[in-house]
């Protein structure tokens, strides 16, 4: 058998005084391509006549599939329709091809929908690629992980369910399970989006002179699931903590909108955070009434350890 290569190489530096004939080129691709063997195996009632008539699609389809065994990678796919493969099949005694996506192509499609419904502001790249499969899991995360694995099982639109409050130490590991949860999710066809906090709290306070942040402020209101990853990390004023975090949750427990958190604070240190004004005044109602709107929709977990970003 030869190298379909060989084939491919021979077509490619022919000048056209020297190109093959039709009859050479359909023999050469006979004995080169164990596509084409393999089609002609399924279907010993196609002649030689019918593989001449339909020359040009045979040769498209070889090519494709050729390409395909020695795939440059999606972006570099010299295939006639990028991502995609002729194959051949037989219609009305007649050889035919339908172009079907290639495996890579199907793997860009299906991340590219769990992107849309996994939504994210400032989350890193890691997070956002995080699942439960790749998560090392041990006695310190076990019962969030069981948790967050439980929360996506239960989840229902609509339907009332509480949250989740993971706090701990730097680099434990909470906000790659939240990523993973928002994974999950996205498999299950349910959006959700994960907010980096400090950095959206930062774009809040720019976009205030020309009130762009409304459009904002009803993304979060309204996401089937909110994560608000790293809370209490944030520079707090009372406009942030009233007018946005207040209303945020206010919003969502009213529609019985599910808002899960992560934090390095328990509950007592973001309340004292949150109490912290202007001035350095001291607002302990106005923190308490943020805390009521947190403390009664999540479950809370601590996750201690080590830190998992540390390098040796």
Known sequence: MEPISQFMD???????????????????????????????????????EDYLRSLSTVY??????????????????????????????????????????????????????TRKLMRSYYVS????????????????????????????????VGEKIKGLYLHG?????????MGAL??????????????YVPDFIREMKDSIADRSY???????????????????AESLTPWIRDEVLGVILNQRINNHLPTLFTSNYSFEELEEHLSISNGNRIEVTKARRIMERIHHFVEVYLIEGDNRRKYD
Not at 85 to 94: P, S
Not at 214 to 232: A, C, F, M
């Open 125 to 156: 790249e890691e997070t956002f690629q995080a699942s439960f499969e790749s998560m090392n899991i041990d006695d310190v995360n076990r019962s969030a992980v069981a948790a967050a694995m439980r929360f996506c099982r239960e989840y229902q």
């Open 60 to 113: 498209e389809a070889v090519k494709d599939h050729y390409w395909c065994q020695n795939c440059p990678g999606l972006k570099e796919c010299p295939n006639l329709v990028k991502g995609h493969v002729a194959k051949l099949d037989v219609q009305n005694e007649q050889i035919v091809s339908a172009i079907s996506p290639c495996a890579k192509q199907m793997a860009y499609e299906e991340e590219t929908k």
């Open 169 to 177: 130490p730097f680099g434990v590991g909470k906000s790659y399970l």
């Open 214 to 232: 409304t459009n904002k402020l009803q993304l979060l209101q309204e996401v089937p699931v909110l994560i608000l990853d790293d809370i209490g």
């Open 10 to 48: 021979e077509l490619a530096k022919r000048r056209p005084k020297q190109l093959l004939s039709l009859d050479e080129q359909l023999d050469k691709m006979m004995r080169s391509s164990a596509y084409l063997k393999n089609f002609q195996q399924a279907n010993p009632e196609m002649t030689r």
């Open 182 to 195: 928002a994974r999950e999710l996205s498999n299950r066809g349910v959006a959700s989006l994960m907010v």
